[in-house]
């Protein structure tokens, strides 16, 4: 039965791959409005902060009210006793004004925090659910870097950017309101204005989200770039590479300037052209108010309630044309993100997910599999493989580099989809089964042993956190590990370095071990689980090994083959195709591909 998982969406949105083609094809802040979902979640502070916005707003729409008041009646004879009452009740505006402003910035504040947690949380979720295939693809760094920059970058815009563009865009909103409420003839000549001003800086927005996206993806790439070599350190020191590598992230980091400073201009240029065309049609506005006072169709007090109505109304806009490419680049910066978040995983459960047989035996079998690598689609890997591994038993896979043993692995784990043919796990179809329910009962000791920086304690009990220390010191126990723990200086309490640098590439294999071991699980997977031991710890963590294997189904890969002598049966595979199975004394005896590797390793080791 031919099956493949549609692979379409996550090559799509992987970062690097379409981006420059895609750059610039949405336009404005949609991007922003899918961080919606993320604000409405807390609507009561919501609320709270958009009644001291407009609270705020309305206070400083007051102050021209009293202003004009003054002027047109404090002065005179008859009303030189308002002049007190007028400025406490500016005293009092401004109290108002203070507290609202306050309550404003501290909510819209916290929101922009808030929200940015969440959104960084719900990116490394949706970030630990992807498929082994999105990271053959993507850059760790870059994916890093939309995880931390990208999200700093959208916490700036909605904290800060948001709440002066917030206060800026009502405060205009209402002076301009109250500028016709005041005068309708001068204010239809600012109305006459709004098209020379506005369409300028729409025009030159789109330029500044455009190179923002720019400056952003070139820091990426160098953020990516290093990534890979500081985690690469000692192999670049051993290859006297330092000097090419500093070079190289010089001229990324470089880039990436020309790219921020090209940014900035189109920022700075975007400010000017918007502060001269919003205050220039303000003096000429003004200049005609000046000449309406002279000819007595309007008093001072209400040309100088029009004047600053029309300085706020002025104010909000150039603001607001500051904020706004803060605001685009963190559109840029959420385009970015969506990316991530829109990127489906290839490997899902499906909707009515079959449940594994219970007892759980451990019972695999491979028919006619066919697989390829998504980024190497043109060359198979298994070829029509087929085979079957009963309850408990002990299997061993052998073969040249290449010929497919590690991928029966990855495909056992369901990291991928087989192209064509079928698996099952207890004679369920695992395609129908769900990845995680499936893990479950599979233990694994890959290669290339993964420890991470924390305590020996949580990396051997790490998938297992209910386990108690007791039976961390257990598992510990059975992987000949606990010798080298207890003669660390905090025991199972020392912090590991990064990827485990501080230990030997044995002592990381052992705690990898004791991982599977804890797990306890019905079916072991061991990738070349004694590559790193020297002989003496070999033949210890062999014995361990042995007597885990005991009633658990079991795959093994090894190029040293003496580990694997003890396998009830042994899969000679080549190309992608089984080419002979047996005892190591059958295949020895057939002169076939197996006689020759044994030949081949246990004569040179022998000479050696």
């Known amino acids: 039965m031919a099956r493949r998982t549609a692979q379409e969406p996550e090559a799509r949105a992987t970062p690097g791959d379409e981006r420059k083609a895609d750059r ?53 004879d008859k009303g030189s006793g308002l002049i007190d009452l007028y400025f406490g009740m500016l005293l009092a505006v401004v109290g108002v ?101 506005v369409l300028p800086l729409v025009a030159f927005g789109r330029a500044v989200r455009r190179r923002s996206r720019t400056a952003q993806d070139t820091l990426a790439d160098a953020s990516a770039f290093a990534a890979e070599q500081i985690g690469a350190v000692r192999i670049m020191q051993a290859f006297t590479a330092e000097q090419a590598s500093a070079d190289h992230f010089s001229g990324a980091v470089e880039r ?28 000429l ?42 605001v685009q680049q963190a559109a840029g910066a959420a385009e970015r993100l969506s990316e991530l978040l829109e990127t489906k995983p290839q490997i899902t459960a499906p909707e009515d997910a079959d449940a594994l047989p219970l007892p759980v035996v451990g019972a695999l079998a491979f ?10 689609k043109g060359q198979p890997v298994l070829d029509k493989l087929s085979f079957k591994v009963a309850p408990g038993e002990r299997l061993a896979l052998v073969g040249p580099s290449g010929a497919g043993k590690s991928t029966v692995l990855q495909l056992i784990m369901r990291y991928y989809d087989p192209d064509a043919g079928v698996i099952t796990f207890d004679r369920a179809d695992i395609s129908r089964l769900d990845p995680r329910a499936l893990r479950q009962q599979i233990a694994l000791v890959p290669q290339d042993p993964i420890v991470f920086a924390s305590s020996v304690r949580d990396n051997i009990a790490y998938g297992s956190r209910d386990a108690d220390d007791a039976a961390v010191r257990r598992a510990a126990r059975l992987a000949r590990a606990d010798g080298f723990i207890s003669a660390m200086a905090d025991g199972y309490d020392t912090l590991l370095g990064e990827r485990g640098v501080t230990l030997s590439g044995g002592q990381r294999q ?42 658990r189904t079991t795959i ?42 044994a030949d081949l390793q246990f004569n040179t080791n022998a000479n050696g």
């Open 510 to 551: 052992r705690i990898a071990i004791a991982r599977a071991i804890l797990k306890d699980a019905p079916v072991l997977l061991l990738d070349e689980a004694t590559s790193s031991l020297d002989a003496e710890s070999e033949k210890l963590v062999t014995e361990a090994l042995t007597e885990l294997m005991r009633g």
């Open 556 to 597: 093994v890969i090894a190029h040293r083959l003496a580990t694997i002598l003890h396998c009830d049966r042994i899969l000679v595979l080549d190309e992608g195709r089984v080419v002979e199975q047996g005892t190591h004394a059958d295949l020895s005896a057939a002169d076939g591909l197996y006689a020759r590797l």
């Open 285 to 326: 506005v003004l200049w005609t108010g000046a000449q309406n006072v002279l000819d007595g169709t309007m008093t001072p007090g209400r040309l100088s309630q029009f004047v600053l109505y029309s300085a706020f109304a002025a104010g909000a806009l150039g603001e607001l044309s500051q904020v706004w490419g803060e």
């Open 367 to 376: 028919d006619k599999v066919s697989f390829a690598y998504p980024v190497r």
């Open 97 to 197: 004004l203070a507290l609202a402003s306050a309550s404003r910035y501290y909510l819209v504040t916290w929101l922009g925090e808030r929200v940015v947690s969440d959104l960084r949380a719900e990116v490394f979720t949706h970030l630990t659910r992807l498929s082994p295939a999105f990271y053959d693809q993507a850059q760790s760094g870059e994916v890093m870097s939309r995880l931390t920059a990208d999200t700093t970058q959208i916490k700036a815009a909605v904290g800060a950017s948001m709440s002066i563009a917030l206060r800026n865009l009502v405060l205009g909103l209402g002076a301009a309101t109250m500028m016709v409420v005041t005068s309708p003839r001068l204010s239809g000549y600012v109305l006459v204005a709004i098209p020379v001003i």
């Open 256 to 283: 990436a300037f020309e790219a921020a400073r090209s940014s900035t201009a189109a920022r700075a240029v975007l400010t000017a052209i918007a502060l001269f065309l919003v205050f220039g049609s303000v003096v």
């Open 24 to 76: 610039g094809k949405r336009t404005g802040t949609r991007p922003l409005r899918k961080l919606m979902p993320y604000v409405l979640r807390y609507r009561a502070r919501l609320a709270m902060a958009l009644v001291a916005l407009v609270t705020a707003a309305l206070a400083t729409l007051a102050l021209p009210l009293a202003v004009r008041r003054m002027i047109d009646f404090g002065f005179s």
